[in-house]
């Protein structure tokens, strides 16, 4: 018998548009992987990493307004490359890359459904 623990969360994210986000999260940021149940559930991945999405406008839209952007954080390995990688694709970079005082190192963009996505990785400088 397996040992009771967590092993990861994965939130069922609320999008816009189903076909597109799939679509942004595969040509733009490298995903791949993708599938689809119906019309307004799927999900993509990358690496050990899966995102699940589920079409709502109207509570997408209520979550990410204005100034007020859902923050999601991705835990990576050999963030410098993913940095330069997501660059090159023309990512619009809302915070650089840098140490933060609580020891991540850190960049952040926002995808097309308004979710303010911070990329960190664990920092040798603490």
């Known amino acids: 018998m397996k040992p009771k623990k967590f092993i990861r969360c994965n939130p069922h994210l609320p999008v816009v548009d189903l076909r597109l986000t799939l679509a942004y999260y595969r040509d733009t940021l490298g995903f791949g992987d993708e599938w689809t149940y119906g019309e307004k559930d799927g999900g993509i991945r990358r690496d050990e990493m899966r995102l699940l999405f589920e079409e709502d406008p109207k509570f997408t839209k209520g979550i990410n307004k204005g100034n007020h952007l859902l923050a999601l954080l991705w835990f990576v390995d050999n963030i410098e490359e993913i940095f330069s990688e997501f660059k ?12 933060h005082p609580y020891g991540l190192k850190e960049f952040a963009f926002t995808d097309i459904n308004g979710y303010y996505i911070r990329v960190a990785e664990g920092s040798d400088q603490e």
């Open 88 to 99: 090159a694709r023309n990512i619009q970079i809302a915070d650089e890359l840098r140490i």
